[in-house]
């Protein structure tokens, strides 16, 4: 596999956002050449019968019944709040008036 170059390192860097001094760039090419290296070693390991997976062990999501119950009222939703006005929580104002 072809090193990374210093300007692939420093085009990866512009796509991404990352502002990257001289210094860096310089450090990151040959880090960035053996990780390359490193993923496709392991890529060569897997035979043909083995499937790309996203993690070794079989998982599933578990999901309860979706029941309808019901919910609380406005009256009981605002019994223990400190402050209420319209039927909505009162906040303190955060903001000026300013707009």
Do not use: C, Y
Request: glycine share 4%.
């Amino acid at each position: 596999m072809p090193e990374i170059s210093r300007d692939e390192v420093a085009h990866l860097a512009t796509l991404a956002r990352i502002d990257l001094s001289d210094h860096e760039l310089d450090h990151l090419a040959p880090q960035l050449s053996v990780i390359l290296e490193s993923v496709a070693s392991i890529r060569d390991v897997a035979g043909t019968d083995v499937p790309p997976t996203s993690h070794p062990l079989p998982l599933t999501n578990v999901f309860r019944e979706d029941v309808v119950r019901p919910g609380l009222s406005a009256e009981e939703a605002l019994a223990a709040a400190p402050a209420s006005e319209q039927q909505r929580f009162m906040v303190p104002r955060i903001l000026g008036d300013e707009q």
